[in-house]
C-alpha cells in the first residue's frame, strides 16, 4: 500500500517544537496511526528557517526552552549558554526527532496546498504540492506561530539587485558581508540579534528603524554545569513550576511598587537590569504591564540606559522608545546599542526620514540616497494567524477559513474553530502560544488535543467541533484578561498591527496556567462548549 492510501488517525502539518511532540505523543502514547509534514527539508520549524546570524531564543531559555515530558532526555542533553543559539535549539530538535524514532513518519519537502473536511465521511483530506494525497480522521496544525514572512512593499523594492534575505528565510549557506554596505530594515528582535553581528564585517551598515525599541542585555553567559545538574534533579518540580507560573521556572515578584520610595524603586531596576533586562518586567513590580505610572517609570529608565549607552546624542534620541514598556516583544540583546558606538552603523529613523523608492543599488529617503550591495530585511511575520490563513484549510459547507477570519480570527480554546470539526492548532490565535514557553505550551496543548481525540474513540464518536456561541464566549474571555492590560494601547505583531490590512484583534491568551486550567476544565465538563456526532462507521 502506498503512503498516499494508507489509512491514518490524524495528519499533522508541522515538524518544529509543536509538530514533533504530537506526532511522538499521538504516535507513541496513544498509538494512532500519524503521518506528519513539513515544506522545510528537515526539523525545526522556526528554528530551521530562522538562521540569520545572532539569532537566539529571546528569553533566558537554557534549559527551560525545551521538552519536558522526558527526564531522560533532559539528562542527556548538555546546554552551553543561558540564552540558547539557534544552532543549538535545531542540533536539540534534530536529536529529539531521531531519538524518538520520528523522521520515518514526517514528509519533508512537502508543501500542503490543500486540506478539504469531508462530512460525510467525518474525515480531512489533504493534498501535497505534488498531488499526492492524505485521508486522516483528525487534523493537526502545527503549523507556526512565526512563519508568514511579513515583507515591505516599497515602491521599487523588487528591482533592487543586489543580496536580499529575509531574517525568517535566511539561507543555509555563510551569508558574508564583508566588504559590503549592508542595510538592515526591521529593529524588532531579529533585527536587533542581528545587527551586531553584521557590523562586526560589514563595511557599513545601515539600520531603517520604524519603531525604537526597548531592548534589554541578555547577559547572555555560559551555563555551569552544577546548574544544569541542579535543573536536572528538580526537573519534576520545576516542570509544575513552569506549569502554573506562566511557563517560567522561577518565581515572580508580587512586590508592590507603592510600598517603595522611589529611589529604592531604582536602585532594584539597576539591580534586575545587571542581572538580566527581562527581570525588569517580570519580577520589578507587580504591574508594570497594567499600571501606567509603573509602567512609564521602567519605561523612563530603559530610556536613561539608552542614553548612558549610546554616544551620539543624536543617534541616542532616535533610538528612544516612546510605547509603553513590555507591549511590544521584550527583546533580549547582546550588544545593541552599543553598536551604535561603532564608526560603520548609521541609523535613519523612517518616521522622520521616510523611505521613498528603492533602485538597483540604493534606498532613497527623503533626505537622500543610501547606496547599498545588500538589504536585510528583518521585518516580521503575519504572526499567529498567518501560518493557518496560508495553509487556508474548506471545512464544512466548504467554508474557507480565509472567509471565516476575513474579519476576526474567531476561534475557541486557541485550538479549534466552528465550522472545522476535528482540526486542532497548536499555538493558534486565542492560545498562550508566544506568552507562555512555547515547548511546553504546546506538549500541555497535546496533551489535551489527545485526551479529546480519546474522548471521542472511546464513544465512537466521528466529529468534535466548537460551537459559535463558545467562540463567542472564548473571544470575551481572553479579551477581558487584555484589556486590564496595556497591550491593546500598543500597535505590535501581538495587536496584528504590523501587517497591513490585518484586523486588529489581540491575538494570544496572556494568562498560560489559568488557561491550562481551563482546557481541564472544558474536558471535564465534557466537552463544554463542543457539539459531537456519532462516528457514521460505527
Ligand atoms: P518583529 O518583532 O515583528 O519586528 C519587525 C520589525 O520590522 C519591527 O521593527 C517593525 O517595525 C519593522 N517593520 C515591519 N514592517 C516594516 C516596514 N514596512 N517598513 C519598515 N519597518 C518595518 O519581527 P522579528 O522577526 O524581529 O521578531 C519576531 C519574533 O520572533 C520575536 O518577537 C521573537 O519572538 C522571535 P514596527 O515595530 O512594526 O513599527
Redesign the pocket.
Known amino acids: 500500500m502506498s503512503e498516499a492510501n494508507k489509512p491514518y488517525d490524524a495528519l499533522i502539518i508541522g515538524s518544529g517544537f509543536g509538530g514533533l511532540y504530537a506526532l511522538h505523543h499521538l504516535r507513541d502514547d496513544l498509538g494512532l496511526n500519524v503521518r506528519a509534514f513539513d515544506g522545510a527539508g528537515g526539523v525545526g520549524g522556526?528554528w530551521w528557517y530562522?538562521r540569520y546570524p545572532g539569532a537566539r531564543?529571546?528569553a533566558p531559555s537554557s534549559p527551560f526552552y525545551a521538552y519536558t515530558f522526558s527526564q531522560d532526555l533532559v539528562n542527556e542533553w548538555e546546554w552551553t549558554e543561558t540564552q540558547t543559539s539557534q544552532a543549538s535549539v535545531l542540533s536539540y530538535l534534530e536529536h529529539v526527532a531521531d531519538r524518538f524514532d520520528l523522521t520515518k513518519d514526517i514528509q519533508f519537502n512537502t508543501w500542503i496546498t490543500d486540506a478539504r473536511y469531508d462530512e460525510t465521511r467525518q474525515s480531512w483530506t489533504i493534498e501535497t504540492h505534488t498531488g499526492e494525497q492524505f485521508t486522516a480522521q483528525f487534523l493537526i496544525c502545527a503549523t507556526g506561530?512565526?512563519f508568514v514572512a511579513?515583507?515591505?512593499?516599497?515602491p521599487g523594492i523588487d528591482d533592487f539587485a543586489g543580496e536580499c534575505y529575509h531574517?525568517?528565510r535566511w539561507p543555509h549557506d555563510k551569508v558574508s558581508f564583508e566588504g559590503k554596505r549592508v542595510a538592515v530594515?526591521?529593529?524588532?528582535?531579529?533585527?536587533?540579534?542581528c545587527i551586531p553581528e553584521i557590523a562586526k564585517e560589514a563595511a557599513h551598515v545601515t539600520v531603517?528603524?520604524?519603531?525604537a525599541?526597548y531592548s534589554l542585555p541578555a547577559r547572555n553567559r555560559p551555563l555551569a554545569k552544577e546548574e544544569l545538574d541542579q535543573a536536572r534533579a528538580d526537573w519534576e518540580q520545576l516542570r509544575t513550576s513552569m506549569r502554573y507560573r506562566g511557563g517560567w521556572p522561577f518565581k515572580t515578584s508580587r512586590r508592590r511598587a507603592s510600598e517603595a520610595t522611589p529611589e529604592e524603586r531604582h536602585a532594584l531596576y539597576e539591580q534586575l537590569w545587571a542581572q538580566g533586562g527581562i527581570h525588569l518586567a517580570i519580577n520589578s513590580y507587580a504591574g508594570v504591564l497594567s499600571k501606567k505610572a509603573l509602567n512609564d517609570e521602567v519605561s523612563e529608565f530603559v530610556r536613561g540606559k539608552i542614553r548612558e549607552i549610546v554616544k551620539n546624542p543624536e543617534t541616542a534620541e532616535k533610538l528612544m522608545p516612546s510605547y509603553y514598556f513590555g507591549t511590544?516583544?521584550?527583546?533580549l540583546d547582546n550588544g545593541y546599542f552599543e553598536t551604535y558606538n561603532r564608526d560603520n552603523v548609521s541609523l535613519v529613523d523612517?518616521r522622520q526620514d521616510p523611505?521613498q523608492r528603492f533602485t538597483e543599488t540604493s534606498i532613497h529617503t527623503s533626505s537622500g540616497e543610501h547606496p547599498i550591495d545588500m538589504l536585510v530585511?528583518?521585518?516580521?511575520?503575519d504572526?499567529v494567524s498567518g501560518s493557518m490563513l496560508n495553509l487556508n484549510p474548506k471545512g464544512r459547507g466548504g467554508l474557507s477559513l480565509k472567509e471565516k477570519w476575513a474579519q476576526r480570527f474567531d476561534n475557541y480554546l486557541g485550538t479549534t474553530i466552528a465550522g472545522f470539526p476535528n482540526l486542532f492548532m497548536i499555538h493558534g490565535p486565542g492560545a498562550p502560544g508566544?506568552f507562555f514557553t512555547m515547548p511546553l505550551g504546546g506538549e500541555l496543548t497535546t496533551a489535551w488535543i489527545g485526551r479529546c481525540i480519546q474522548h471521542l474513540r472511546d464513544r465512537n464518536l466521528g466529529a468534535v467541533e466548537a460551537t459559535e456561541d463558545a467562540e463567542s464566549l472564548w473571544d470575551r474571555e481572553i479579551n477581558s484578561i487584555a484589556e486590564r492590560t496595556l497591550y491593546p494601547q500598543t500597535?505590535?505583531?501581538y495587536m496584528g498591527?504590523?501587517?497591513?490590512g490585518k484586523p486588529r484583534q489581540f491575538l494570544g491568551h496572556l494568562r498560560g496556567s489559568q488557561y491550562f486550567d481551563r482546557l481541564t476544565e472544558v474536558a471535564e465538563a465534557g466537552y463544554e462548549g463542543f457539539a459531537v456526532e456519532p462516528g457514521r462507521k460505527a
Open positions: 522556526t530562522n531564543v529571546d506561530a512565526l511579513n515583507k515591505p512593499d516599497y531574517t525568517g530594515i526591521g529593529t524588532g528582535s531579529s533585527g536587533i540579534q531603517f528603524q520604524r519603531t525599541q511590544k516583544r521584550l527583546i523612517i523611505i530585511l528583518a521585518t516580521g511575520f504572526a508566544v500597535d505590535s505583531w498591527a504590523n501587517v497591513p
